[in-house]
């Protein structure tokens, strides 16, 4: 797919998660980003959790961000399950400070933080047979990345051809805000973290294998993610 502007290789946007209908015409929903690409799968520890933030808390936290390129419109919290909101949790791991771990079996990201502790995201994973796990890195970083439908996108839902040429930055955009890129050893991996404005999509499987936050929670993570960054995924 061309994302920014580069090349990133065919067959590698169909697994983001976007607003819409679970299945059918083309909606964001449908389009999703991403092919399967096997890893070596692996275990690290739970975590014990803290308080959460209250919904009122939660309403200011995912509100507006009007100050963006496309400005972002608040998220209806009442659609997402409060375990999903972001907070801070105890979390053991060996993993450095920095580290993003995602456990799809949950529906979480994790960002390991000081101290023993991690700031954790709700987030909508892979659906059955299209989830991976290993080890990988933040290879590039895009902010209202261009997507373009890969071919074999293209040849199931032939509506979604007149993206072939790209879709531009925005709201509508699948990739939405922000996206990392995970690679391994060099290549892209065709899977991205992505910032997702479908608040009932959290703590859901519906992708190609992409993880997606909540815009405001994808922003955040983006904003304290450099290129390099270990990832760990975690075995569904």
Known sequence: M????????????????????????????????????G?????????VTTDG????????VYGPVPDEKFPIPAVDVSKVDPKYYRRTVRYDTKEA????????????????????????YGANVGRDGFRWSGDAYVGRKAEW??????????????????YAGGMPGGL?????????????????????????????SIGSGITSGCVGL????MIHLYSRTPVKTKVVVLPA
């Open 2 to 37: 061309i994302m920014d502007g580069e090349n990133t290789g065919a067959g590698a946007t169909e697994g983001v998660a976007l607003p819409g209908r679970r299945a059918g015409l083309l909606t964001r929903r449908s389009f999703l980003v991403g092919s399967a690409v």
């Open 97 to 120: 400070p920095g580290t993003i771990i995602v456990d799809p079996a949950n529906y979480y990201v994790y960002r390991i933080e000081d101290d023993g502790n991690a700031t954790r």
């Open 145 to 162: 990345a261009t997507w373009t439908p890969p071919k074999e996108m293209i040849k199931r839902q032939p509506e979604a051809a007149k």
């Open 172 to 200: 509508d955009n699948p990739l939405g805000a922000r996206t990392l890129y995970l690679y391994q050893n060099g290549a892209y991996t065709l899977y991205t973290i992505y910032a997702s404005s479908d608040a009932e």
């Open 53 to 60: 933030m209250s919904f009122a808390e939660a309403s200011r």
């Open 214 to 217: 909540l815009s405001q929670d």
């Open 39 to 47: 890893a070596s799968a692996l275990g690290l520890a739970g975590c």
